[in-house]
């Protein structure tokens, strides 16, 4: 008989600490799965579906997921079974459960997570849960040190019937797109246009102020335009600024992952494509050499100039923004350091054709011929 999962209860939170030290170890990081006050918070949360089983009246697996109403998208998180009950297909019907409940609500119209690489197991789980790979993210600085998640979505019934029509992209996104393309099974592809010049540079000096209350409020009144407040799951916590007062970035800081997400620029993301150097920098300086940004897949000339930046694409999420009647694609794009190493990953063959185009790709922007580093 499959495992009936149930809504987590606060009189869960001493077993679902067990669990998770069980599962992770002492030095697990993350306040889900050590603070009793922060569990406590998001079992009681609108916003948070938290899911147990329980056997013989203890709690032996968890999973969380967490909706964004207003973007109408949701994400899995904090998968966990007791080490004793693994193997029995419960990380399946976990998935398989919160994912369907949470569509279910029709408040939303995808499900995102993401799976670690450094086992194949998770990937296949939400593949067979009717998930579908978006792309992998290389080099996160995970918790000291390197790793490369894997990203999935699984879409509402018609969602992906429903994708505006894309008529050109860049030519450097051309193998990411057919690749997403093939694994959904969806038939029409754009006109791929060679990229554009590299831009010219320009170098200011940078304020930077984290406040993240601060920093919220002045991206609330700023930024108007739903579609470039766009950016899921993430909330502002860091304002870079020129000193001259010509733009203004914002993006999600995460020192202790060692990234940061660009997420909102003022007046035209457009205008800071020529500082980007500076705020790489920057951000490296603050302990974030990762940076990300995602993009509309129909907005050719940003994710043109991003390219000649050196920022490549790493995943394509289809139908992510709702838009009317019809669902907008995004890119994610990823600036790192590191070249890509992607030794020791246990990925699913769903997952090659994205990790064969970064390499590509990576190789092409910063190697010459003769296996040199451009400078």
């Excluded at 969806?186 to 601060?214: H, K, M, Y």
Aim: with cysteine.
């Amino acid at each position: 008989m499959a495992p009936e999962f149930e809504p987590a209860r606060l009189d869960d939170i001493d077993d679902l600490l067990r669990l998770y030290r069980r599962a992770h170890g002492a030095n697990y990081p993350i306040a889900m799965g050590t603070d009793p006050e922060v569990m406590a918070a998001e079992i009681e949360a609108a916003h948070t579906t938290w899911l147990v089983w329980r056997n013989d009246n203890r709690v032996v697996a968890s999973i969380t997921g967490h909706v964004e109403a207003q973007d109408r998208l949701g994400k899995i998180a904090g998968l966990v079974v007791d080490p004793e009950a693994q193997g029995g297909g419960i990380a399946h019907h976990a998935v398989g459960q919160i994912t369907g409940r949470m569509l279910a609500t029709r408040e939303i119209d995808s499900v995102y997570g993401t799976a670690r690489t450094v086992h194949i197991a998770p990937q296949r789980v939400c593949l067979r849960n009717g998930f579908h790979a978006l792309g992998l993210v290389p080099n996160l600085f995970k918790h000291a040190r390197r790793e490369t998640m894997a990203l999935l979505a699984r879409h509402r019934d018609g969602v992906l019937g429903r994708r505006a029509e894309v008529h050109k992209v860049p030519k450097g996104l051309e193998k990411l797109v057919t690749a997403a393309h093939a694994t959904i099974g969806l038939p029409t592809l754009p006109e791929f246009v060679e990229d554009a010049e590299s831009p010219g540079t320009e170098q200011s000096r940078l304020e930077i102020i984290e406040a993240p209350q601060f920093v919220q409020r002045h991206f609330e009144r700023t930024i108007n335009d739903p579609a470039r407040r766009f950016y899921p799951l993430h909330r502002p916590n860091v304002l870079l600024a020129d000193e001259h007062g010509a733009y203004q970035i914002y993006g999600h800081l995460n020192r202790h992952d060692g990234y940061c997400t660009i997420f909102g620029a003022t007046p035209d993301p457009q205008m800071i494509i020529p500082h980007l150097g500076g705020v790489i920098d920057a951000l490296a300086g603050l302990g974030a050499p990762h940076v990300e940004t995602l993009v509309p897949l129909h907005e050719f000339d940003e994710l043109s100039a991003l390219l000649a930046f050196g920022f490549l694409p790493v995943a394509l999420y289809p139908a992510m923004r709702k838009d009317g009647d019809h669902y907008h694609d995004y890119v994610v794009m990823v600036h790192t350091p590191q070249p890509p190493d992607f030794r020791g990953l246990t990925i699913d063959e769903a997952f090659r054709p994205f990790t064969e185009q970064y390499i590509e790709l990576w190789t092409q922007k910063f190697l010459n011929t003769n296996g040199v580093f451009h400078a």
